[in-house]
């Protein structure tokens, strides 16, 4: 079996850059900001559950819902598949890579050899393309990796069958009869508008701004989830990894939607997206100044109450920011 | 933020950012993670600190090999039993020594898969360097500075890999 053809990027976020990729691949000229933001991919939730070991954050939807609200909204069609066995998921594959159809695929990072070691988490909720096959591997482009990648089929398998939280089951995609060019007007107004429900509106107090203001309150009480100093400062350096690191485009996600408004702006003829544009940017900076913050406190572990009490207060100040921007933008789309 | 402002040197740990560009319009930029250059080192020392201190407490039999595994792949009892499907109550059994000695050979292959590891590691404590394909290795520089690499391959026996040591060339 040979590589099919397919033009590799990096991207700001696996979900909405695998899905970008694809898309461009059967000729729908789109960013990944602007599926992003169709996609209203922005979000916040503080989490803590029986089944993570920390309390956490997530700074954008709930996984798999990017590509949902994308082909929600602009009508392209996606055929999706989950499996219970995974020889059939295989040759399910097989067949799509001999029709050069590339397939993106949803797995548990931690099985991707192909990055180092310490990179590697149990998450259940990357998104990969596979593009071919070498023999007993497959081909890989993930806009996490700077180039095309190789992976056995046994790593492949595991990452794709692996259960817990979010289990992938097998989970491919691809896109059919994608259009060439798309007005994407309506769609824009409309994850706009879903973005400011989803940061004003859920009356959950974990979630949107109400999840910003409960990190903020919550953050001083976790010392007592720490079994030592040594844990607490690997956990709060998880912030600033959850904010920059882990493919969010920086700032938690704000500077790739601020691209979006900038794109959005011309699209919808509305200047004003360009303002909103510029001072998610600074909110943005303020979210990297938390997560910069985070890194110097653990590393010098610097972790008193006070220093968790100095975070709160900058956390809760992003919160205020925050409510009054989203009520500007979901203002300004009505 | 500028782009200028996030650009970092560091080759191990690429990814893409959005900044602000020249001409004041917003796009990608690919830089190091300035996270992994400045800070790479400290997570190496707090992961390798917890490693010794579990396969400390593994040797003077406080826990067992499924608890070293667990903590070190930072996942919850809950979690674990999710995806080795193993009822939760049994996994917690399984975290300590005296209930480890009565599992069944079945459920060490689930964990070992969980794991990324052969079953085989499950019985032992390889101290030279292990090829990078089963274990994750916290402080890569101490690794590549051993004399010798243990490499296990698989057979088409899921329960047994062949054991390999090698000298690493100079």
Known sequence: MSIIPFNHVMAAHCESGTLTALLNHHGLKISEPMVFGISSGIFFGYMKTPMLAFPSVITRIRPGHIRKNFAKRTGIKFVTKKFRNPDKAEKELDKLLEQNQPVAVQVDFFYLDYFPSWYRIHINVHFLTIIGKKGDNYIVSDCYHPQIAEISRSALRKGRFARGSMAPHGFMYYPVNVPHQLDFNKEVIKGIKNTAFNMLKIPLPFLGVKGIRRFADKIVEWPKYARDTEQLAHEIFKINILLEDQGTGGAGFRYIYASFLREAASILNKPELITLSKRLLDIGDGWREISLFAARMAKNRDLNNGRLREMGDMIREKADLEEVFFKELKQIIA | ?170
Do not use: C
């Open chain 2, 1 to 170: 933020m500028k782009e200028k402002d996030l650009l970092v040197d560091f080759k191990k740990h690429q990814l893409v950012l959005y900044a602000e560009k020249n001409d004041e319009d917003i796009g990608p930029v690919q830089t190091g993670s300035y996270m992994a250059r400045n800070y790479l080192d400290e997570f190496h020392y707090l992961m390798g600190n917890l490693e010794k201190s579990m396969y400390e407490k593994l040797q003077n039999g406080e826990i067992s090999p499924i608890y070293l595994y667990m903590t070190l792949e930072e996942l919850t009892v809950s979690e674990l039993a999710a995806r080795v499907q193993i009822p939760l109550r049994r996994v917690k059994k399984h975290l300590t020594p005296k209930h480890f000695a009565n599992i069944h050979v079945y459920e060490l292959k689930r964990y070992a898969d969980v794991f990324n590891i052969p079953v085989a590691n499950l019985f032992q404590i390889i101290s030279t360097r292990q090829d990078s394909k089963w274990r994750m290795s916290f402080i890569d520089e101490e690794e590549m500075a051993k004399p010798a690499t243990i490499s296990q391959v698989e057979t088409n026996n899921a329960f047994v890999v062949i054991t390999k040591p090698e000298l690493n060339k100079p």
